[in-house]
């Protein structure tokens, strides 16, 4: 029984080294870590310690630099002052001399003095001139860029003055055009006005010398009656009958104007002012004014008469020849214009 315990006890494994060895490997890794952790940090802020440390040379460098460019400044400054200062003493100086060579020719005491003084002050005088000249040379520099600036502002006004020269005979050439224009236009205003009044002379031996047709102006008229019945479009029989010796008259009128003239003929529809009924076929004045004026271009056309030379338009109630409200006013304002113009 006693020898069967002790064999029992002696097959157990014994643990407990192993995990000791095992927590030192550990331990030894992680102090590796930590030391390489350290070194680390200890190169990084050498790095870091350096780049600050040139940093902060630039930023000295940069100060003294600014430092040096304000104290050229200053010198620069100082000399101009000095200039100014030197050219002062110099005038001074040199009426100083003037008074005493007045002096010495007063007589001879006072000239030895003068003459003593004049040694002394023409001394100080080459003093100050040996100064201002160090001063002038630096003067003369910026003289010099002036000059290079002025050269450059005479270069570009000459090119303005051609610019100028160039507009102007443009503005000269522009106007002779528009006089030669106006010339042109005026004599075909005038050839018009002319075929114009032939026109008109020739439509009243037509027409004869009726007191519903007549000329206002620079229009011939045709009183509504003569064409229209009242609130209609519709051109009557006897109005087809006028609107036919019209036509012909215009058919003649167009073999005789040159074709440079650009013309045309304005049939204008025009009312009285008192409103439509509003049953009709025509809602208002501005509707039966037009379509008056229309029914006469498509006669005229449909007589033979070039479309192109003829226009129509609408005025309604709104361009009276009489103003007021009598039926004598009324009747003169109904009424059929042509009027021959250049398009």
């Not at 058919?251 to 009709?280: F, K, Y």
């Not at 309604?316 to 009747?331: H, I, M, N, Y």
């Amino acid at each position: 029984m006693a020898l069967a315990r002790r064999r029992r006890g002696s097959s157990q494994v014994d643990y407990w080294p192993g995990f000791v060895d095992a927590l030192s490997t550990l331990l030894l890794a992680i102090m590796f870590l930590l030391s390489v952790f350290v070194l680390a940090q200890f190169l990084l802020s050498q790095e870091i310690t350096g780049k600050d440390a040139v940093l902060n040379r630039l930023n000295a460098q940069i100060n003294e630099l600014t430092n040096l460019l304000a104290l050229e400044q200053s010198d620069r400054q100082d000399i101009e002052d000095q200039l100014l200062s030197l050219q002062s003493s110099l005038q001074a100086n040199e009426e100083e001399r003037s008074r005493l060579q007045q002096l010495l020719a007063g007589g001879a005491g006072a000239a030895q003095e003068a003459n003593e003084r004049a040694g002394l002050l023409a001394e100080e005088l080459d003093d100050e001139k040996q100064v201002s000249q160090r001063a002038l040379s630096q003067v003369e520099l910026l003289n010099q860029q002036i000059s290079a600036l002025r050269k450059q502002i005479a270069a570009l006004e000459s090119a303005l003055d051609i610019s100028e020269k160039r507009d102007d005979a443009a503005n000269a050439k522009i106007a002779d055009l528009g006089k030669r224009l106006n010339v042109a236009l005026a004599q075909r205003v005038q050839e018009l006005n002319r075929y114009r009044s032939d026109f008109f002379g020739r439509l009243r031996e037509i027409l004869s010398d009726r007191e519903n047709i007549r000329i206002v102006g620079d229009r011939f008229v045709f009183q509504s009656e003569v064409l229209f019945s009242s609130g209609g479009a519709e051109i009557n029989d006897a109005g087809r009958a006028e609107m036919a010796k019209l036509a012909d008259a215009i058919q003649q009128l167009e073999t005789e104007i040159p074709e440079e003239i650009n013309w045309v003929l304005r049939v204008d529809g025009h009312t009285d002012n008192v409103p439509l009924s509003g049953n009709g076929r025509y809602r208002d004045n501005w509707e039966l004014s037009s379509a008056r004026a229309t029914s006469v271009v498509k006669f005229l056309i449909a007589q033979g008469v070039t479309p192109r030379r003829l226009v129509a338009a609408g005025f309604g109630e709104f361009q009276p020849l009489v103003e007021g409200d009598t039926d004598s006013a009324r009747s003169r304002n109904r009424r059929i214009e042509l009027k021959l113009t250049e398009r």
